[in-house]
């Protein structure tokens, strides 16, 4: 059965970068990959770029390309970002009609596809749109993580005038809901709330390995600690490098 995309973050985009901060240390990482793996690397897509943070903060050493489904958070990255090309676009269903040196895909990005034959055909779009030697990065919130948030108390978080309260809900098998509300103060004192549920989808990491595998060769692999990532380690980051094979010709 197809896979339908829902766009979700039009209620959470005005907050996001003041709620998550600057990503310093992921754009390091990244970068760090990129010198290690691709150091010849001219152009980077980056799937599911939200606000830009990401994009932003790779530099001007590379010509920027960056999709995602939320109108919304596209209008915060033209804003912060406005060297890259940027194109509202459903990364399981990549048509992009060219090819990059460095594909990404993190902060959790990929589990918010929450069907696994889905994740299949992102690996197969960015297999289609990575050059010959071309690098994917991409992390993940692991099973584990996303079912120790689902026994967290809520998180509540004052930034600026307003308050994000955030709690998960875990199925006990694979499939989490996020619900997060922001209460923004008004002029005259005020609040006005904005709600809206974000799903997350964990998958065991050797599921994601097999899946890769055909295509891709694994570079390296790491948990937060710098250790070989677990199903129960929080988050695990992959580097894979797309193998050889002819020229994408479109499609
Ligand atoms: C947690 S945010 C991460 C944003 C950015 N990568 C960062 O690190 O700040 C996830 C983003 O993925 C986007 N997204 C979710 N599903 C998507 C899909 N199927 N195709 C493209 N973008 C998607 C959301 O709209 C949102 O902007």
Same mark, same amino acid.
């Given at each position: 059965m197809a896979y339908f995309a829902m766009s979700s973050y039009a209620e959470f985009a005005p907050f996001y970068d003041a709620i998550n901060g600057e990503p310093f240390d992921r754009i390091r990482q990244i970068l760090g990959f990129i010198e290690s793996y691709? %150091?010849? !690397?001219q152009s980077v897509l980056e799937l599911g770029?939200? $606000?830009?943070a990401i994009l932003a903060g790779l530099g001007s050493g590379f010509s920027l390309t960056g999709i995602d489904l939320s109108s919304e958070m596209l209008a915060y990255a033209r804003r912060r970002c406005p060297e890259a090309t940027l194109i509202e676009a459903d990364m399981t269903s990549l048509h992009l009609g060219s090819c990059f040196d460095v594909v990404i895909c993190v902060f959790d990005t990929l589990n918010h596809v929450t069907d696994f034959d889905a994740w299949k055909e992102v690996f197969h779009g960015v297999n289609n749109h990575l050059n010959d030697g071309g690098i994917f990065i991409f992390d993940v919130n692991t099973i584990d993580r996303l079912n120790q948030l689902g026994d967290m108390a809520p998180w509540v978080h004052d930034f600026d005038d307003n308050t994000l309260i955030m709690n998960v809900d875990f199925d006990g098998i694979s499939m989490s809901s996020w619900h997060i509300r922001v209460f923004e103060k008004q002029e005259d004192g005020r609040f006005v709330l904005h709600h809206e549920t974000i799903s997350e989808l964990g998958v065991a990491l050797d599921e994601i390995r097999q899946a890769l595998t055909p295509d891709f060769a694994l570079l390296k692999e790491t948990d937060l600690k710098g250790n070989? %990532? $677990?199903? !129960?380690?929080?988050r695990a980051l992959f580097v894979w490098r797309r193998n050889s094979k002819e020229t994408y010709a479109g499609g």
């Open positions: 691709n %150091p010849e !690397a770029c939200g $606000t830009g070989r %990532p $677990t199903d !129960a380690s929080g």
